[in-house]
């Protein structure tokens, strides 16, 4: 009889190791199968010309560090060649357009789970908008917000998952007019927005970027 009832236990100890087993394999595989595209922020943001100390110099660059983000904790992303960058100027007067500064596109590459990879260094506009300063003899960038534009797609790293994701973000960045420096020390999200056309674009290599690299 004891006997009998030891092998009790253990088929009870077996049942309730497999409904374990079930719902780890369950809550993975819900994990694996949630997807969420990248986020990508605007983390620095300077405007050489818009700095005090350097009105008596022409500087058309800007340095930008920009972060993209896999959010998905399991699962790996590919972004798809080309990704394309745009910079522009957006005035306070609502009779001016939109400003066109430069654009650069970046080769696709691989994105581990839960791994992030910045993007930053000088980007050489075309020249800035600037009006007169009187008061230090030089030029400044008019009163309005600069804005970042993103465009391109990703696929996720999943086993017969082969579909593509279309990506249009953009943001709008405010800069101090004396120290040419991002205003706020949080980084800026870029979101949904109708995008430049990027037909329009060169297809710029990323050596655009003076001293760009990648972490």
């Known amino acids: 009889m004891a006997d009998a009832g030891y092998f009790e236990i253990e ?9 374990l087993t079930v719902i780890i394999f369950f809550i993975f595989f819900s994990i694996y199968k949630t997807r969420e595209l990248p986020s990508i922020h605007v983390e620095e943001f300077y ?3 818009l700095n005090s100390s350097n009105f008596n110099t022409i500087n058309n660059t800007i340095y930008i560090n920009l972060k993209l983000k896999n959010r998905n904790p399991v699962t790996g992303l590919y972004y798809i060649d080309p990704l394309y960058f745009n ?10 357009s939109l400003i066109h500064l430069a654009e650069f596109g970046l ?10 990879k910045h993007i930053k260094g000088l980007l050489m506009t075309r020249g800035l908008p600037t009006v007169s300063n009187a008061t230090n003899n030089g030029s400044q960038v008019p009163a309005g ?6 465009l391109g797609k990703v696929r996720y790293k999943l086993i017969g998952w082969h ?8 943001a709008n960045v405010e800069v101090d007019d004396k120290t040419g420096v991002k205003v706020g020390d949080k980084a800026i999200r870029m979101v ?3 995008a430049w056309n990027h037909k329009r674009a060169l297809i710029l290599p990323v050596s655009m970027l003076f001293g760009v690299f990648f972490m």
């Open 145 to 150: 917000a600069f804005r970042v534009d993103f």
């Open 87 to 96: 910079l522009s100027f957006i005035p306070k007067e609502q009779n001016t």
């Open 192 to 194: 949904k927005s109708g």
């Open 11 to 19: 088929s009870d100890n077996s049942c309730c190791n497999l409904i």
């Open 163 to 170: 579909q593509r994701h279309p990506m249009s973000l953009a």
């Open 107 to 116: 080769h696709g590459f691989y994105q581990g789970n839960g791994k992030a």
């Open 47 to 49: 405007v050489p010309a």
